[in-house]
């Protein structure tokens, strides 16, 4: 049987949790300093656990005035300051966060719930070079295409998710620094700790005040932030539903927006396809940090005449998969971010069920205490199943057939979305013909979830608008120049 | 006795042809002195809804088509457009009151703008896309691509700033539903037979004519529709309405500019690189 288990018994690894220092409570980050927020202060929990890490402030609205306030009055010297010093200001950011690198990786794990190995490996050196990609950008962005003088917009409201909290505010932060703009920034409220750390560590680099102030609250705070009058651009990185809330609020204003939202993208595999390195490509684009990714491979499109032998050889893959503590250096696949979440999951898994698909999950021990999904697939998928057309956004995959190229490119389309996707072949020119007619931002071939601050990133869609990342990515940040 | 004329009937533009309303209603087109120039078709919704199916319908073949090739047919409306300069110009005298030395200019600039957006059909990937140098083994490409369908509510300007809007969606591959000026509709539909005549595809541009606040709510909530120019949009409110029902589908929206810019002045890159979009492609790099 291809299910049988061959996993190895390793003796437990966890990282030190020594290194992280979690304090009782946490104040807002306004004007440089740590103050009391007026709203109802709640606590982030360590979803591995259940344990309370913390008690959190809640920005109220006239905490989020103070942070747009202090945002602007900084605005007027760090919009004029030459680039090629707030350059200086992000090169310090990034050479901070390598120094705390393990720090950083070690506190997301524990807030977030995603193994330590993806944290210390992917999240924070990618935070690292975000800063460092875009320190670079600030002294030369005349030669960025977009015109001959351009302007920061002014004062940015950013609100991003608890599913890459410390790599989201880079992608956030560090563009729009770069750029001469300031920002306050909420982080979700399952995952402030990085963000509040992250404020410590604009205070190590001596930031000037006000150019980066974070505040901590729910979906009030965020809409309160972004309805702000004095805001200039809008950057949202969450749920599609919220994306449209958002960009109903700002209709009729000046306000420029930049929304990265939902996905359900599709994961083709081809009859030619390296067929090992695809299963892995498939386990890393669904059940790298535990489903919860925007961009996640969720629908697997394989072709019929290979799916009966991708099927045995992907469960075979998944059983080796190790599933628990985040700080277990040998964890794979970590915790589901709340309990909130573990909810939703559990209920599409169940219309799953009920539509009639075949559900299949790895047989493995679960934690008691914490949320936890073991990582599934659903065979017998159609188009019309709700498993198929909604995003999950936890360790679900979703498995459907073709015959023709034309066949999977309908399927692959055939959703509101259009963020990602991937093709896998040997044939160039059948990569090339996908990728042409595949209508979403990012295409990997022959290989999956692969982020580089160089690399812009950004949905076509539902999957909404505007780009983060490479010389596109600034184009969300600044205005032409008079 | 003077000889009775023959007189043009001013019909919608929908999929290369040019179809009555299904309505059967039209309204009074009056010159510039409040005098009657003609009929124009009064689109209706049905009307809107056929000109979204003809502009996704035509969608895969144009944007498909080489940059090259969409160039060449750019051009081809700039020299069809050119031999018929007589008649543009006296249109514009008719319907604007103009002098018939500033309707030439106009169309002289009419022309030349196509001329130059048909020249960046193959230029513009160049200039908005790039290859990036990821920290890894891995082509990266970023290109851009046309969003898709593009709803456009035209400005006054009956052909320059028509020609300014439209120009820049279709020629970097989408295809577009356009409201008229409803101050200024014939001259749109006069731009539809040059068109069709210009050997581009039916249903790349589709032209509307009857009341802007009417047609173009239904363009901005319309589920198959990838985005929207509300470039003619002068009522405050009706575009906040506008941008509040594109966002069901998120829509890209292109605000309405504080007043109608000067469409003489060399356009900006933004007017092609508003329905664009970026993809990036990886691929490993390995023996």
Known sequence: MPTQSTTFDYAPAPESRALVDIKASYGLFIDGEFVDGHGDAFKSINPATEETLAEISEADDADVDRAV?????????????????RAKYLYRIARIVQERSRELAILESIDNGKPIKESRDVDVPIVAAHFFYHAGWADKLEYAGLGA???????????????FPLLMLAWKIAPALACGNTVVLKPAETTPLTALLFAEICQQADLPP?????????????????????????????????????ARSIAGTDKKATLELGGKAANIVFDDAPIDQAVEGIVDGIFFNQGHVCCAGSRLLVQESIADDLLDRLKRRMSTLRIGDPLDKNTDVGAINSGEQLKRIRELSEVGDAEGAERWEVACDLPTKGFWFPPTIFTGVSQAHRIAREEIFGPVLSVLTFRTPAEAVEKAN???YGLSAGVWTDKGSRILFMADRLRAGVVWANTFNKFDPTSPFGGYKESGYGREGGRQGLASYLKAGA | ?????????????????FPRSESGHSFEVLDAKGRFLANAARATRKDARDAVAAARKAFPGWSGRTAYNRGQVVYRIAEVLETRRDQFVAEL????????????????????????????????????????????????????EPTGVVAVVAPAGPLLGLVSVVAPIIVTGNTAVVVASQTHPLTAITLAEVMATSDLPGGVVNILTGPTAEIAPWLASHMDVNAIDLAGVTDAELATSLEVAAADNLKRVRRAPASEPDWLETPALAAMTDFLESKTVWHPIGV
């Open chain 2, 1 to 17: 006795m003077a000889r009775v004329d023959v007189r043009k009937t001013y019909k919608l533009y929908i999929g290369g042809a």
């Open chain 1, 69 to 85: 306030k202090a945002a602007r009055r900084a605005f007027r010297s760090w919009s004029r300051m030459p680039g090629s010093e």
């Open chain 1, 414 to 416: 055939n959703t509101p």
């Open chain 1, 210 to 246: 006000g150019v980066v102030n974070i505040i901590t609250g729910a979906g009030g705070t965020g809409q309160a932030l972004i309805a702000h009058p004095d805001v200039d651009k809008v950057a949202f990185t969450g749920s599609t539903e919220v994306g449209k809330a958002i």
């Open chain 2, 93 to 144: 005298v008719r319907s604007e009151g103009t002098s018939a030395a500033k309707a030439g200019k106009y169309v002289d600039a009419a022309v030349d703008r196509l001329v130059w957006y048909a020249g960046w059909a193959d230029k513009i990937a160049q200039v908005v896309g790039n290859q990036n140098p990821v920290a890894g083994p891995y082509f990266n490409l970023t290109s851009p």
């Open chain 1, 149 to 163: 003088n351009p302007q920061p917009l002014g004062v940015a409201a950013q609100v991003i998710p608890w599913n």
